[in-house]
């Protein structure tokens, strides 16, 4: 696996979190940024610098035998796409230039699609599906970005319309392509089989991500019917969860046999995400808790901070201890620890918090401070992964050129 395209994708990440760590620091003290703007970049670096490039990179490293030129120029063109909204959106939110650097962004990613369906090579029915149905859904998750200039030219932002489209975009992104990418490199390590469980599996997860798109749908435009669906897709998630590890189960011992025990940790700590990914979308049955998730923004983000710090992460960090781009250290454990600590503490706060907003009984004593003391935790835990990969790299290098 190429380490500059790792270290890349993890520098990314610890700008996005040092990003998220000022936005946490704006409710301590006035800084002279725009928070909206900065949200913008916080959240476009994170999905596109960090999930889509390290995606990128392990789906061309497993799937893609011949290792075409053409797979590293995109990477870095892609790269300056994210470099250019990393710099444009804190400064003016959607505008020209970002909006430019973020469209460039998104053809790039139809010719990664277009390149990946033409060089892929996996004997693996498995694998090959689970790909596919991946980069499908991401293709399909831009539908919503397009639909964002008639919505602002015909209704306005404060449109149905507009809203449901960001929501569209951000639904099929999380939990269609990057979810589902995660779980091919999972399975694909694996060596789960095709099988009648896995089909059950396979389109049982299909089902579930494109009805539960229904109630970010409801939130903006209110129908029963649209709770029913909903409803339904949630139990199908559950069937799907189920599913899901029945197949790992025979796999267990491939799991716990890793030489780095980091490795398996991590494996733990995004399934276990991922259990409560599922237990709390289940909640959204509920008619009354889908309204308040809408209505309080603490279970928002911390909904959104599970799926991507903790399922998709989690999986992204297995990943890479599983490579050789990392020395077994203490400092690699420290940052491992401090990274699910910092996440963990956060949520919690998140959740407390979001709990005694419902409840009407006010603000937790210290309760920006805490979150954003506790957020530290995230860059400082990335920078020390990439610090390590960084010192692996060197090493290597000099032991190469000693020989």
């Known amino acids: 696996m190429p380490k500059k395209l790792v270290i890349v994708c993890l520098i990314n990440f610890f700008i996005a979190a040092v990003m998220g760590l000022t936005l ?50 995109l990477f870095w063109l892609t790269e300056v796409a994210v470099i250019g909204m990393m710099l444009t959106f804190p400064f003016q939110g959607y505008a020209a230039i970002s909006i430019t650097f973020s469209t460039l962004h998104i053809f790039c990613s139809y010719y990664f699609v277009y390149l990946i369906w033409k060089h892929c090579k996996t004997s693996s029915n498995v694998s090959q599906k689970l790909l596919k149905t991946a980069l499908l859904f991401m293709v399909v998750s831009t539908f919503g970005v397009w639909c964002l200039g008639p919505a602002v030219a015909t209704l306005g932002q404060s449109s149905a319309f507009y809203q449901i489209a960001i929501q569209f975009f951000l639904h099929y992104q999380f939990n269609g392509w990057f979810l589902i990418a995660v779980l091919v490199v999972f399975f694909h390590l694996l060596q789960v089989e095709n099988s009648k469980i896995f089909k059950q599996f396979f389109w049982l997860l299909i089902a579930s991500t494109l009805l539960t798109f229904a109630l970010p749908t409801q939130w903006f435009a209110p129908h029963d019917s649209l709770l029913w669906i909903n409803g339904f897709g949630v139990v199908i998630q559950i069937l799907a969860l189920y599913k899901c590890f029945q197949l790992i189960k025979p796999k267990i011992n491939t799991l716990t046999n890793q030489k780095n025990k980091l490795i398996f940790y991590m494996y733990c700590f995004a399934l276990i995400c991922f259990v409560l990914k599922v237990v709390f979308q289940s909640l959204s049955i509920l008619p009354e808790f889908s309204q308040v998730v809408y209505e309080h923004r603490n279970f928002v983000i911390g909904f959104i901070h599970l799926l991507m710090l903790g399922v998709i992460s989690g999986f992204l960090f297995a990943f890479i201890l599983k490579t050789d781009l990392v020395t077994v250290s203490k ?35 210290e309760y920006y401070l805490l979150l954003f003391l506790f957020s530290i935790l995230l860059p400082l835990g990335i920078s020390f992964i990439l610090l390590n990969i960084i010192k692996s790299t060197k090493y290597a290098t000099s032991a190469t050129k000693k020989t």
């Open 331 to 365: 400092s690699l454990t420290f940052g491992v620890y401090s990274f699910v600590l910092g996440f963990v503490l956060t949520e919690l706060l998140l959740l407390i918090q979001g709990i005694k907003y419902y409840f009407k009984s006010g603000i937790l004593t």
């Open 24 to 73: 946490r620091f704006s409710f301590i003290d006035s800084i002279d940024i725009n928070y909206r703007f900065l949200t913008h970049a916080h959240s476009h670096v994170a999905m596109l610098g960090w999930v889509y490039l390290m995606l990128y990179v392990l789906f061309v490293h497993y799937f893609v035998p011949e290792k075409l030129k053409v797979f590293n120029r």
